[in-house]
């Protein structure tokens, strides 16, 4: 289906590679059944250029937690977040994964068979793209079956301190000039096209009906002391999707920063995932 990871020294070389951005596991013959309690797929949607000795922490838990799920692995880069339309083309290789994943999970019942976690704001940004890639290229989002959703560190609005600080953590300290101009340009386009920022359209979508339709619950996990992500930002879009219908839960980490929960509190964090997937309604 797929090459392996180039490096069998890389921490993620077991995963199939799709495309330069999407890598998929599957345990084969043990997978997730319909008879079961267990994800039939874990989609992980990570932060802006995350390494793979950092995803590789996650991935790990996921599997020790439920070793026969398959695994979709979503990554965004710089480049592919200021670039939709590249974006949509390089995440088009996870599609035969999804459809088969519709046709083997089902759509009937009110329990999740997918369990969905997204990091940060790129995160955000990929699970809306890949919601609009599924939900088009198998008829309609009521073809997709339901999931539960963590959503670490996100979402975030814009704001020029916030977004300074997440573009130099992937950059040389020297490139600040460039950081600044990338974010300069990026204002102006906006406010010149009369358009909200991309983070804004990103969280918005999370929240509108193509997304929540088939979601069973979900749970925000974010810190007080997130330098990219503000936590009223984050406690904002829960109280709209509350508002629209969505079953929402908070855990807020008193000194966290962003996307560092589980480093933090290994116990609490995965707690919170386990808890987000079995809680049953």
Not at 254 to 280: K, L
Request: charged letters at 20%.
């Amino acid at each position: 289906m797929a090459t392996q990871a180039s490096s069998a020294a890389t921490p993620l070389a077991f995963m199939d590679v799709l495309s330069p951005t999407v890598a998929y596991f599957d345990p084969g013959a043990g997978a997730a059944s319909s008879s079961n309690r267990i994800p039939h797929l874990i989609i992980l949607l990570t932060w802006n250029n995350a390494r793979d000795e950092h995803i590789s922490k996650y991935v790990t838990q996921h599997r020790a937690r439920f070793p026969n799920s398959r695994i979709l692995l979503v990554r965004c880069t710089f480049v592919t977040w200021i670039r939709p339309s590249l974006r949509r083309r390089r995440f088009e290789a996870a599609l035969p994964v999804l459809r088969d994943l519709a046709v083997a999970a089902g759509t009937e019942g009110q329990e999740p068979k997918i369990l969905v976690h997204i990091f940060s704001n790129g995160g955000v940004a990929s699970a809306r793209t890949l919601w609009d890639l599924w939900t088009s290229g198998i008829g309609g989002d009521e073809q997709i079956p339901r999931y539960a959703v963590v959503m670490d560190s996100c979402p975030g609005l814009w704001t020029y301190k916030r977004n300074h600080h997440v573009i130099m953590s992937s950059l040389p300290s020297w490139a600040w000039p460039l950081a600044h101009a990338v974010m300069v340009i990026s204002w102006l386009e906006w406010i010149f096209q009369g358009r909200h920022g991309p983070h804004e359209i990103n969280a918005e979508a999370l929240n509108e009906s193509g997304f929540t339709s088939r979601e069973v619950r979900r749970t925000y996990v974010y810190g007080t002391e997130d330098k990219a992500v503000g936590w009223d930002h984050v406690e904002a879009h829960a109280e709209e999707a509350r508002e629209r219908g969505v079953v929402v839960r908070m855990e807020k980490f008193q000194g966290g920063q962003h996307v560092s929960h589980a480093r933090v509190d290994a116990d609490r964090y995965w707690g919170i995932v386990n808890e987000t997937w079995e809680t049953r309604k």
